[in-house]
Nanobody
């Protein structure tokens, strides 16, 4: 089992920045993806960004490329998402995800709310 706890969401104006954090606890694995997904009201959950444990390669949704940066502190088992130049369409609940490669084991946090408003 892996437990994930997100933090850092809140209310920010368009053009502003937020930094989300996701702390992982429980079992440790060598080969996994950690990522951020978001879900806006009435929409499906979508991948925002993810990072792989092996070489730190990252993947971003086209809509956030150049504005968001995903990173991971291995020692602290914490995942971050730096979000800059936020747009109204970035609003939603952001979920942390942990996938153990090759097993199908898939863990989710409870989510943190991001609201974009003037």
């Amino acid at each position: 089992q892996v437990q994930l706890v997100e933090s850092g969401g809140g209310l920010v104006q368009p053009g502003g920045s937020l930094r989300l954090s996701c702390e992982a606890s429980g079992n440790s694995f060598s080969y996994f993806y950690m990522g951020w997904y978001r879900q806006a009201a009435g929409k499906e959950r979508e991948l925002v960004a993810r990072i792989i444990s092996t070489d730190g390669s990252t993947e971003y949704a086209d809509s956030v490329k150049g504005r968001f940066t995903i990173s991971r502190d291995n020692a602290e088992r914490t995942l971050y998402l730096q979000m800059n130049r936020l747009k109204p369409e970035d609003a939603g609940t952001y979920f942390c995800n942990y996938v153990v490669i090759g097993t199908g084991w898939d863990y989710w946090g409870q989510g943190t709310q991001v609201t974009i408003a003037s």
